[in-house]
């Protein structure tokens, strides 16, 4: 596609000169718009970046920069280091955020970092895009994953807490179990898992149906790919970011179909605010990465085929997983009202699971109407969830 979208760019271009009097023509700002629809389409968008540079303590404007405490070859782990708080002098509880390796990066978790920030010690796994990760390095499965975690909460310490978004859910729980039970006192004080397939033979949804009606080796034969050449990954076996994006967008295709015609009317109509504002969605929305296969398909297999965690088989490194184990670290679920990722009790079967927990460290929360996405983004999350989270950490050692 690469030809064409550099054309449609040049057009683009051409048509919007101030010097061309095809610019000032309905026709003329018709195929412009048309073109710039077309190459975004079309582009290999980079990884975004967080942009927080500041956050608001007690009405304090407070300094925010960005620090890469642990590298490993395909994530490392990131913290918002506020000024003044570098060795921990605010004394707010430090928070993990599991970001999910789906797909998009970390940055899709913006807001939710931005939440949190004014009250907690916030570190983020960053995960690394697998097409950027030489043969070299090796593999990464889910117990790598796992073990990244285990190796992250060693990094940041005892008496942290966590905070998993969606995919994440099954691996964190899955090391905090290990964790527990072998007595580990990295073990943090709370776990909150948010919109995850714990469960997913509760309210099956369309990625859930997807995964049971195809066997492991159709998805190896149809999705998996070997990155091409000059990548610094070439040849390692992946799972395609832009693949994973077509079937988000598939998904919901009348409101992206709908988003864009806006966008097409409003550039018609010079409309350039509600055309940014469009821009600014969709390249943090198209910003994809490659998964490593071996993830990938293991994923599959335990979390959405056979459900293992779930009903109790579930190994790591050989050794089985129980979360039964977990009595020390604080749960809480979140889950939204119509999301179609994953649905209504996927996530609270958690709880059930945790068993040997006391009901004063079991809390759940749903939030009503909304979605997937809105669960960890916009204003439900900022109004209504994020203060719950913050309030349950605060009840349990924070």
């Known amino acids: 596609m690469a030809p064409f979208r550099f054309a449609a760019e040049a057009n683009q271009l051409l048509l919007r000169h101030p010097l061309n009097p095809m610019s000032y023509t309905p026709a003329g700002r018709a195929m412009a718009a048309a073109c710039e629809i077309f190459e975004a389409g ?35 782990l990131k913290r918002f280091v506020r000024a003044g708080d570098e060795a921990g002098a605010f004394g707010h509880p430090k928070l993990l ?9 970390a940055t899709l978790l913006r807001d939710t970092v931005r939440a949190m920030l004014p009250d907690h010690d916030v570190y983020i796994t960053d995960w690394r895009d697998a097409s950027r990760v030489p043969l ?61 397939p714990i469960d997913t033979r509760i309210n099956p949804t369309t990625p859930n149906d997807l ?34 994006l077509s079937g988000f967008m598939t998904m919901n295709l009348d409101r992206h179909v709908g988003a864009h015609m806006r966008l097409y009317h409003n550039l018609l ?20 990465m490659d998964l490593p296969a071996e993830y990938y398909l293991q994923t599959v297999q335990k979390v959405f085929q056979e459900h293992q965690l779930a009903v109790g088989t579930f190994h790591h490194r050989g050794e089985p997983i129980d979360p039964a184990a977990i009595t020390n670290c ?19 079967a958690a709880h059930d699971l945790c068993r040997n927990l006391s009901a004063d460290m079991h809390e759940h929360y749903e939030q009503p109407d909304v979605g997937h996405y809105g669960v960890f983004n916009g204003r439900r999350w900022r109004s209504e ?11 349990h050692g924070g």
């Open 330 to 348: 604080a749960l809480m679920t979140v889950e939204g009202g119509k999301d179609d990722i994953s649905g209504v009790g996927q996530t609270r």
């Open 211 to 244: 995964a049971q009606s195809h066997s492991l080796d159709w998805f190896e034969r149809t999705v998996i790919q070997r990155v091409p050449a000059p990548n610094p990954g070439f040849m390692r076996r992946v799972y395609p970011g832009f693949v994973q």
């Open 136 to 196: 070299r390095e090796g593999a990464f499965d889910l117990d790598d994953y796992i073990d990244y975690l285990m190796d992250f909460l060693a990094v940041i310490g005892p008496g942290a807490h966590t905070l998993a978004v969606c995919q994440p859910s099954v691996p964190l729980l899955a090391a905090v179990s290990f964790l527990e039970a072998v007595g580990d006192p990295i073990s943090p004080r709370s776990m909150t898992l948010m919109g995850g």
């Open 97 to 105: 955020i599991v970001a999910p390796l789906s797909g998009h990066f």
């Open 385 to 395: 969830i994020a203060p719950r989270i913050k309030a349950f950490i605060a009840q």
């Open 42 to 76: 079309s582009r290999h968008y980079q990884k975004p970046a967080f942009g927080l540079t500041s956050t608001h303590i007690d009405g304090i404007e407070i300094p925010v920069h960005e620090d890469i405490v642990a590298r490993r070859p395909f994530g490392q």
């Open 269 to 288: 109509r010079g409309d350039g605010d509600s055309a940014d504002q469009h821009r600014a969605f969709y390249d943090e929305y198209r910003a994809v």
